[in-house]
Every structure is written in structure tokens, then in C-alpha cells.
């Protein structure tokens, strides 16, 4: 079974830009997170998706939003970077259960410059 | 802010030798617990899992304890191999049911000397 899947792998923007993440999770996952990683604060989660729906947003200011289609993929963009968005953007998949631990893609790093 | 363990420590050990790397958590409501390892350039990778109404839990080398009274998680790998060598993070379960969150440690270098 494929894993989770993001793209692009890496992303260098300008700050006042936008920028659009994709994650296809595991075959048969229906929930989405993305988590944020930095090196100074670690990793910070930004939301989740389930059935196309948001169930659960981390504090995050609402540039960072994201999106969840009917086959489960996801996007997350960020409007107007700024040089702390600078960061390895995570997406897990699970499937829901109530003991099911998320699996990560490889993550997008994004830098702005 | 919330948090599971505080400091990016380095434990440093010998091939073979076992490694047992531990975790604070700081919600006593919290009923779900998971360890993962992250190698460079990569994602966190799944290891074990354990929820609250166990102590003890066993994989493939690897053995997860937890002990509720002083809110503290370990994660102990046998007979320690260069593979092995990754950042370990803890990460709590904060929410209901599957819609959840993760609150990650600030995770823990493993360096395996030959």
C-alpha cells in the first residue's frame, strides 16, 4: 500500500506570495492532517480534514487554510508568506479509528525568502 | 503553550547496547500515546502506539512504558542498531474520539556509535 504522498517536495517563494500544498493520503484514509515543523518550535498542528470537512484547527492565524476533496486528498495554502512560514509542512492520514496513529508523508519544505 | 517533553536532548549509545529515551507529558486526560522516529529528510515514521488503560507495551525490538502517576513515557529499544539513529519524538493524543490532534515533544537524537 502507497504511502502518504505530498507534493512538491520543496517550494521556494517570496514573501507576499501564495503558496498551495497537496497531500494524497493512504488508500482508505479518510482523515487529513497537516502539521507544521520547525526547528524552534517543533511540530505544530494546523488542522484536520475528515469526509471534506474541518473537525479541528491548531493557532494558526487564518492565512494557513486548506481544503479536503471527495477523495480524501488535501491542500493546504498559505496567503501572503511571510519569512516564519518558512518550514517543513507535514501531512498525516489515518483512518479514523479512535486508536489509529497518523502516518506522515515526507513533507513539502517551503522557504521564503 | 501545551507541550509533551521539553529539551531536544542527545543520547548517545553503543551498537548493541539497549537505548531507553523518555518523555514528560503534561495532560493527565490524555488517552492515547504514540512514539515516532524521524531520519533526515523524512517524515515521522509510526513505531509503537499505547493508550492509557495499558503500562506496557511490546514490538519489534522496541517496548513503550507508561506510567500515568508522574505523567511519564519511555521508549526503549533493544540491541540498538546504526538504523536506529533518528530524532524520537512522543506525541499525546488531545481531543475526542478520532478527531484529534497531536501534541509532540520536542523529540530526541539517537546517535548509535559502531
Known amino acids: 500500500k502507497a504511502g502518504v504522498t505530498q507534493t512538491p517536495r520543496y517550494l521556494i517563494k517570496t514573501r507576499g506570495q501564495q503558496v498551495t500544498l497537496s497531500c494524497s493520503p493512504i488508500?482508505?484514509?479518510?482523515?487529513v492532517s497537516w502539521y507544521q515543523q520547525t526547528p524552534g518550535q517543533g511540530l505544530q498542528f494546523l488542522f484536520e480534514y475528515f469526509s471534506e470537512t474541518q473537525r479541528n484547527k491548531g493557532n494558526f492565524p487564518g492565512r494557513f487554510s486548506g481544503r479536503q476533496f471527495s477523495n480524501s486528498r488535501s491542500e493546504m495554502n498559505v496567503s501572503t508568506l511571510e519569512l516564519g512560514d518558512s518550514a517543513l509542512y507535514l501531512c498525516?492520514?489515518?483512518?479514523?479509528?479512535?486508536?489509529?496513529?497518523?502516518?506522515f508523508g515526507n513533507g513539502t519544505r517551503l522557504t521564503v525568502t | 503553550g501545551e507541550s509533551v517533553g521539553l529539551h531536544l536532548p542527545t543520547l548517545s549509545v553503543q551498537e548493541g547496547d539497549n537505548s531507553i529515551i523518555n518523555c514528560a507529558y503534561s495532560?493527565?486526560?490524555?488517552?492515547?500515546f504514540i512514539w515516532y522516529k524521524q531520519e533526515s529528510g523524512k517524515g515521522p515514521q509510526f513505531i509503537i502506539d499505547i493508550r492509557s488503560n495499558m503500562d506496557k507495551r511490546q514490538g519489534q525490538r522496541v517496548t513503550v512504558l507508561l506510567n500515568k502517576t508522574v505523567k511519564h513515557l519511555s521508549l526503549q529499544i533493544a540491541a540498538t542498531q546504526p538504523g536506529d539513529s533518528a530524532v524520537y519524538f512522543c506525541a499525546e493524543k488531545k481531543g475526542m474520539d478520532s478527531s484529534y490532534k497531536l501534541i509532540f515533544g520536542s523529540g530526541t537524537r539517537l546517535l548509535v556509535r559502531p
Open positions: 495532560n493527565s486526560a490524555s488517552d492515547y
Open positions: 498525516a492520514s489515518s483512518n479514523a479509528g479512535f486508536d489509529s496513529p497518523l502516518h
Open positions: 488508500s482508505g484514509h479518510r482523515s
